[in-house]
């Protein structure tokens, strides 16, 4: 079913005008990816256009190949993003080198909106400077805290003392919308943690399998920066072990590496499909989930290649539960009641928060 119309407008202006900051006679480039790939949906790529010219903007769409070992752009579209004053990509490139140096000075955004229905939906019209002031708000008091506790019904237990998060690890590519926290580095940290049934990317690298599944519980045990082991049934142990030797083994990696964590902060997100039916998908669109929180793993880089997801967490910033089993309470985080009244839209979405991530 399609939404109405006026509801994509309102989620476009939000990504062009609050996010990308489009204005009249700018130059808009939206990089898309071939219909044929059906990742993102490509009516909401001529919404999106529509509403660039809608507000005097010269917009420019190219299209971008699917990349599936992307490391960085093709030297005519890298020259394309340097001639344009705000580049949107609709397309995986733009989430692959999320942590590369293109964005930094320049308007460069990534679209986790992937549908007419997530760009028309509270998921796309909240207000994205709201969630950019709450992102901010949280990045300061994981900076401040002392302890940190993260646990989760099926068994995750790790702690540490956050070493630094502002600015640090961060993306260099505005997110749309606001998902997630700046990654917590995971010096410090040890414990472990329970995987949902499955390992899988971390949109790095689109390698096949992409997500290796378990038949029963497993467990992630790590130290700090590095992977002591796993504990489950020996087959399962043994497919989680076989699995990062492949991954690390096709791209010259550290496999034991332990990057850093975050977790969603939008309860606005949802996915409707099962994860199972396109793992690729559902780690690029649900992650945003305060239900979902992950680590990043194999590769000494962020985000690494290999996703650990905790379902449902507990984040306890010195004894503070700021999430509760997969609820994000903002009025728990410092400022975050007041951010909220300056926000009503915010305010609303966090009242009916979408438990939908597809598990």
């Not at 480039?29 to 999106?48: G, I, K």
Request: aromatic share 10%; charged share 25%.
């Amino acid at each position: 079913m399609t939404p109405p119309a006026s509801d994509i407008e309102r989620g476009a202006a939000n990504l062009l005008e609050n996010c990308a900051g489009t204005s009249p006679g700018d130059r808009l480039l939206l990089v898309h990816e071939p219909v044929e790939l059906d990742y993102y949906d490509p009516a909401m790529v001529e919404a999106v256009a529509r509403r660039g010219r809608a507000i005097g903007a010269d917009v420019r769409l190219v299209e971008a190949p699917f990349d599936p070992d992307a490391s960085g752009l093709p030297e005519t579209l890298r020259a394309e993003l340097l001639a344009a004053d705000q580049t949107v990509f609709l397309a995986r490139i733009g989430d692959q080198i999320r942590f590369s140096d293109i964005g930094r000075n320049r308007r460069v955004v990534v679209s986790y909106a992937l549908s007419r229905a997530m760009l028309a939906c509270d998921f796309g019209i909240a207000d994205y400077d709201g969630f950019d002031a709450l992102k901010r708000a949280i990045d300061r008091m994981l900076a401040q805290s002392g302890t940190i506790d993260v646990t989760c019904p099926a068994g995750t237990a790790f702690r540490g003392r956050a070493q630094t998060t502002l600015g640090n690890g961060d993306v260099s590519i505005r997110r749309f919308p606001m998902l997630v926290f700046t990654p917590v580095l995971a010096d410090g940290f040890a414990g472990r943690v329970a995987m949902p049934g499955f390992l899988v990317g971390t949109g790095s690298k689109y390698y096949q399998p992409y997500a290796r599944e378990f038949e029963g519980p497993v467990i992630a045990r790590f130290e700090g920066r590095r992977i002591v082991g796993f504990d489950g049934a020996a087959e399962d142990v043994r497919r989680a072990e076989a699995h990062y030797r492949f991954v690390a083994e096709k791209y010259g990696i550290d496999a034991g590496f332990v990057h850093s964590w975050h977790a969603g902060m939008h309860p606005g997100s949802r996915y409707d499909m099962p994860a199972a039916a396109n793992y690729e998908r559902w780690s690029g669109a649900a992650f945003g989930n305060p239900r979902l929180l992950h680590v990043h793993t194999c590769g000494a880089y962020a985000p690494g290649e290999i996703s650990w997801n905790v379902i449902d967490p507990t984040i306890a910033v010195d004894g503070v539960a700021v999430w509760e089993r997969g609820v994000l309470y903002a009025e728990r985080i410092p400022g975050g009641s007041a951010l909220m009244d300056r926000h009503p839209d915010l305010k609303t979405v966090f009242e009916h928060p979408s438990r939908d991530i597809g598990l």
